[in-house]
């Protein structure tokens, strides 16, 4: 059974940060793309930011450049992503996500979903 488990939402004040986990489980890790996605509502889901699997490539939305970091643990089958500096345009359910092969922006391409979590950011 295929399972993304995430971790680290809540309600942080702006200009903060807080660390998102994703608990991968059911399938081989270490040979796919994991990327982040986020919808705030009354928009679409966005891409924010993936890492592949070989080289640990990575892909940034220009929203998030410089602020955001992906990384992951093949050994612990866990991707996370570190966000600083929080501003309240960032306040989204946040969605953990896999796609087979090589790094992907479009929901599509992903197979995989995390259940999401909130990330709420006062000003």
């Known amino acids: 059974q295929v399972q993304l488990v995430e971790s680290g939402g809540g309600l942080v004040q702006a200009g903060g940060s807080l660390r998102r986990s994703c608990a991968a489980s059911g399938f081989t890790f270490g040979v796919y793309t994991m990327g982040w996605f986020r919808q705030a509502p009354g928009k679409e889901r966005e891409f924010v930011v993936a890492?592949?699997?070989?080289?640990?490539?990575?892909y940034y939305a220009d929203s998030v450049k410089g602020r955001f970091t992906i990384s992951r643990d093949n050994a612990k089958n866990t991707v996370y992503l570190q966000i600083d500096s929080l501003k309240p345009e960032d306040t989204a359910v946040y969605y953990c996500?896999?796609?087979?092969?090589?790094?992907?922006?479009?929901?599509?391409?992903?197979?995989?979903w995390g259940q999401g979590t909130q990330v709420t950011v006062s000003s």
């Open positions: 890492i592949s699997w070989r080289y640990g490539t990575t």
């Open positions: 996500a896999a796609a087979r092969g090589r790094i992907a922006t479009i929901k599509s391409a992903y197979e995989y």
